[in-house]
């Protein structure tokens, strides 16, 4: 596609459930990123896709994050078992090289 | 480890006055630098980017930025700020011999423009 594809563009869920949030990165772009957004934390990677492969997931918070990717392109974030603390604006990055990224919008994720 | 240290969480500025964001990093080689804008729900779009060539770097919206290694500095410049500067600002360090190319971000300046 044109862009970074991120779904839902909002999401609220209730403490406790379990959410999925959505990438579809620009196509032909081998490398994928996962940062969250949130007040006090500022902007944090979570996690790095070179293909289907996550060589780097240093940044996941919990054991309760958990990203794949398949096919070299859709990736899915999923938290389980949400907590208040996991609200923040989930963003996805992909490219081609180091020297380009490109963001999708986000998702806002509220956890009530 | 890289960090990035941007002086000022929020600058205020009149319009047509110049803007100023400045961004320090600490990289124990030269890195990938870059910076971000992000307007309200929004995601983050380039401004500018530095990979090793020109010092002085020109972006989108009449903003430029220039390496200093000898500052270990980045800072962001625009001559004479518009009412649509008004954003937030991240800059951003990327290691090169990073097997990961992972972005490591600032904390964000609020850039604000009084008419």
């Known amino acids: 596609g044109a862009g970074v594809s991120q779904s839902p563009s909002n999401k609220v869920t209730e403490k406790g459930k379990d959410v999925e949030l959505r990438c579809d990165p620009i196509s032909g772009h081998t490398a994928l990123y996962w940062y969250r957004q949130s007040l006090g934390q500022g902007l944090e990677f979570l996690i790095y896709f070179q293909g289907n492969s996550a060589p780097d997931k240093s940044g996941l918070p919990s054991d309760r994050f958990s990203a794949e990717r398949t096919g070299g392109s859709v990736s899915t974030l999923t938290i389980q078992r949400t907590q208040q603390e996991d609200s923040a604006v989930y963003l996805c990055?992909?490219?081609?090289?180091?020297?380009?990224?490109?963001f999708g919008s986000g998702t806002r994720l509220t956890v009530v | 480890a890289q960090s990035v240290t941007q002086l000022g969480s929020h600058v205020s500025v009149s319009e047509g006055a110049l803007v100023l964001l400045r961004c320090n990093y600490s990289?124990?080689?030269?890195?990938?630098l870059f910076w971000y804008v992000q307007y309200p729900n929004q995601g983050l779009q380039l401004l500018l980017k530095?990979?090793?060539?020109?010092?002085l770097v020109k972006g989108i919206n009449g903003f430029e930025a220039e390496f200093k290694k000898s500052e270990t500095s980045f800072h962001l410049t625009k001559p004479s700020a518009h009412m649509s500067d008004a954003a937030e600002y991240f800059c951003?360090?990327?290691?090169?011999?990073?097997?990961?190319?992972?972005?490591?971000f600032g904390q964000g300046t609020t850039l604000q423009v009084k008419p």
């Open positions: 990289s124990s080689v030269p890195p990938y």
């Open positions: 530095y990979t090793s060539a020109a010092t």
């Open positions: 990055a992909s490219s081609f090289n180091r020297a380009g990224y490109t």
């Open positions: 951003a360090v990327s290691e090169v011999a990073s097997n990961t190319g992972k972005l490591i």
